[in-house]
């Protein structure tokens, strides 16, 4: 199998580290973004640099069936037949309660989480199944543990949108099973990216959250790489419709 893998949202946080992994390990990597276009193809161009792996940059928005299709046209042509796909990009949406939250900031968060996931998860399964020619893969979609704490007061719906993506994982998995491509996810608790400030509007939250969590502590984005990049790999050749929590016990 060729070790060509997509990761969503890699130009920061958890889809950065698990692209710095990736190329460490031999991977040739596309990192997509939506906007932040110097950082994504700084990263790509340092990891290109430091790992000898080919690394692109691809800017498309995975809202957008368009963007999806043309993002796999680049990476088909700039790389070759992906093997392994990394459903990263997500957002939460500004935090507040249910009854207070704008219509569409719901429903940017599940256009991007839930059916953007759903939609380049269909494309790589079309260059990954055996059934349509493909040598086999691996994917792994990145949940949260908001799946079953359900974010109260925060965003409800960002908890739903990864409900959907842990049913989603577990469907897929099965579906695949005989194709050649395994389909797992990695459910993150706290971890120290951009998304709480950037997406939740809440600079405050991750001093606030920290004390509830066992282990007392922020996870890092490495962190939850080490586990992607294990389900990714062959190690985990017989681990399918998982959902693995990194959470510090929370
Ligand atoms: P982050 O630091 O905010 O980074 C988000 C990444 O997704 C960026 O690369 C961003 O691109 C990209 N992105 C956002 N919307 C996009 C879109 N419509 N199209 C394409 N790319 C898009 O987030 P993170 O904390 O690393 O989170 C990554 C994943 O982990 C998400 O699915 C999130 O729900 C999940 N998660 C995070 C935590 C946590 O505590 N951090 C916990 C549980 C689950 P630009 O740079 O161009 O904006």
Redesign the pocket.
């Known amino acids: 199998m060729s070790r060509i893998v997509l990761i969503?949202?890699?130009?920061?946080?958890?889809?950065?580290a698990t692209a710095r992994l990736a190329a460490a390990r031999g991977h040739d990597v596309a990192i997509?973004?939506?906007?932040?276009q110097a950082?994504?193809e700084g990263l790509a161009e340092s990891l290109a640099a430091e790992t000898g792996q080919r690394v692109i940059a691809v800017q498309?928005?995975?809202?957008s069936v368009a963007g999806i299709e043309r993002m796999f046209a680049e990476v088909d042509t700039r790389l070759g037949r992906l093997s392994h796909l990394v459903n990263?990009?997500?957002?939460?949406g500004r935090s507040s309660r249910l009854d207070a939250a704008d219509p569409a900031v719901i429903r940017d968060c599940i256009d991007?989480?839930v059916t953007?996931a759903i939609l380049v998860a269909r494309e790589a399964a079309r260059r990954m199944a055996t059934r349509h020619g493909g040598a086999g893969g691996s994917i792994v979609n990145?949940?949260?543990?908001?799946a079953r704490i359900g974010s109260p007061g925060e965003y409800v719906w960002?908890a739903a949108s990864?409900g959907a993506i842990d049913a989603f994982t577990l469907g897929l998995a099965r579906e695949l099973a005989t194709d050649g491509v395994r389909v797992n996810a990695v459910?993150?608790?706290?971890?120290a990216?951009?998304?709480?400030a950037?997406?939740t509007g809440d600079a405050d939250r991750v001093e606030r959250i920290r004390p509830n969590i066992p282990m007392q502590r922020v996870g890092l984005?490495a962190e939850i790489a080490e586990t992607v990049m294990f389900l990714l790999s062959d190690a985990a050749s017989y681990t399918t419709g998982a959902i693995v929590d990194v959470s510090g016990g929370r």
Not at 8 to 16: M, Q
Not at 193 to 196: E, L, R, S
Request: aromatic share 4%.
């Open positions: 969503t949202g890699g130009s920061r946080g958890i889809g950065a997509s973004y939506r906007s932040e950082l994504a498309a928005d995975t809202a990263n990009a997500g957002v939460t991007i989480n953007g990145i949940s949260s543990v908001a960002y990864k459910s993150p608790g706290l971890i990216t951009d998304i709480h950037r997406s984005p």
